[in-house]
């Protein structure tokens, strides 16, 4: 079983970057119904949750880690929120490290917290998402005697 005291600020190393283009707000405003996205100046500037697409790839650490057996078909995205510094323009482009920050295990049952730090690969912070991951573990199958 997981020590979920071993797992609390456990982090992986950051995505590769990603390019936040001009044409991806739009497609992204556009799956929001946002026919105007925001601008400053003459960059577009990125609807807030548009953090969650680099946050979600960055989320792939915790499926790959063999450590966890944490298993995405078993997941259920509970919480999402968001804390910026900065808002996503057209033109970033950014990295996402994860970090484990809250683990609680209940049963079969794990809550996971997990917070993705996005900043620009200069190292400037842009947001930080955090989500509440709900994992629900398989039920240990009896032993034939």
């Known amino acids: 079983m997981l020590n979920p005291a071993d797992l609390i600020g456990r982090t992986w190393p950051a995505t590769p970057p990603y390019e936040v283009s001009r044409e991806k707000i739009a497609e992204f405003a556009r799956a929001l119904a946002d026919p105007n996205p925001a601008y400053q100046g003459d960059r577009a500037v990125a609807p807030p949750t548009f953090a969650a697409v680099i946050a979600n790839q960055a989320w792939q650490v915790l499926f790959d880690d063999p450590g966890l057996d944490v298993e995405l078909k078993r997941v259920i995205h509970a919480d999402q929120q968001f804390e910026w510094t900065r808002p996503i323009r057209a033109g970033d482009v950014l990295v996402a490290a994860t970090e484990i920050e809250d683990f609680r295990a209940r049963g079969t049952t794990d ?35």
């Open 111 to 145: 809550f996971i917290t997990l917070a993705v730090h996005l900043s620009t690969t200069q190292g400037e912070a842009v947001a930080v998402s955090r989500s509440t991951l709900i994992h629900n573990r398989p039920t240990p199958q009896a032993v034939a005697a």
